[in-house]
């Protein structure tokens, strides 16, 4: 079973930039409504996709350097990574479909 992948601040760089496989990061808070209805949806697609694409979750008040870095004003915010590059951006409670599509792209 996959585990879902927290990364911080201190491990972001290694974890997802390195990564060799496509990654997406759940960039969330504990006190966020929105980021609480796509969560369940963040750990089923990172069952589904184990091996394929990493999937990741990073809390925004815990981590504030890497947040800042790529410019997150609201959340829940995904980010899918390719070859260590931003490749897209989605902000809000999408359905599961919608993320699976921006996920498809990755590979």
Known sequence: MAELLHVSDANFEDEIV???LPAMVDFWAEWCGP???VGPT???LAKEYEGKVKVAKM???ENRE???KF???SIPTLIFFKEGKVANTVVGA???AEIEKELKKLL
């Open 94 to 96: 999408l359905p599961k």
């Open 35 to 37: 980021c609480k209805m």
């Open 66 to 68: 890497t947040p800042a």
């Open 71 to 73: 410019g997150i004003r």
């Open 59 to 61: 809390d925004v008040d």
């Open 18 to 20: 390195k990564a060799e």
């Open 42 to 44: 963040v750990e089923a």
